[in-house]
């Protein structure tokens, strides 16, 4: 609002029969009437993988290939998903929350702009984030919008606090002294 009050805003009342683009828009709708469910289209960034080794995209791609729950998930995104909780495959219940932002892009499922990580790397991509033992904040930062998978923030937390590396280079809470009160003059 306050990027706005250095405008001087008239408003002009415009009858609809004089708004051309409003109403060629309105009216240039696609019609599909045998879809069951609402089709979205999913808008996406085609330059997501560009920083990204091409050996590293080929391991991921193989990795997707072979993982079912990805695959059924490639399945639920072509299709355009069912929009019901209870429709959803068992196996695919943890993405139901983030349909919206799923998509498929050269073979690799993204959420936005981060990859879904499939079941077989998960555990690289844990020992990758903590190759500097930086802690819990750290590891977040670096995978924060580049991986993704159901649960990653609860198992990252998880590895830092059982790695003792990670423990020891923690900041440690600075100890308050003890400020000793007076016994007092009466009872």
């Not at 002009?12 to 019609?31: H, M, P, Q």
């Not at 355009?80 to 919206?100: A, I, N, S």
């Not at 802690?135 to 998880?158: C, H, L, N």
Request: proline share 5%; aromatic share 8%.
């Amino acid at each position: 609002m306050m990027k706005l009050f250095r405008y001087d805003i008239e408003f002009r009342f415009v009858k609809g029969v004089n708004l051309v683009l409003a109403d060629t828009l309105s009216r240039a709708f696609l019609e599909n009437d045998n879809a069951k469910e609402t089709y979205r289209p999913r808008i996406m960034q085609e330059n997501t993988f560009e920083d990204i080794p091409d050996a590293r995209l080929q391991e991921l791609i193989a990795a997707t290939s072979e993982d079912a729950e990805l695959q059924t998930l490639v399945d639920i995104i072509n299709d355009g998903g069912p929009q019901h909780r209870d429709r959803v495959p068992y196996c695919t219940l943890p993405y139901f929350e983030w349909r919206d932002e799923l998509s498929i892009q050269e073979g690799i499922d993204v959420k936005g702009e981060a990859i879904l990580i499939p079941k077989s790397l998960r555990h690289d991509m844990k020992n990758r984030l903590n190759s500097a033992h930086l802690g819990y904040d750290s590891m977040m930062r670096r995978a924060r919008g580049t991986i993704f998978w159901p649960g990653m923030v609860k198992e990252i937390k998880q590895m830092t606090d059982l790695c003792e590396i990670c423990q020891e280079s923690k900041p440690k809470n600075q100890r308050e002294p003890l400020i000793q009160h007076s016994d007092g003059q009466s009872p």
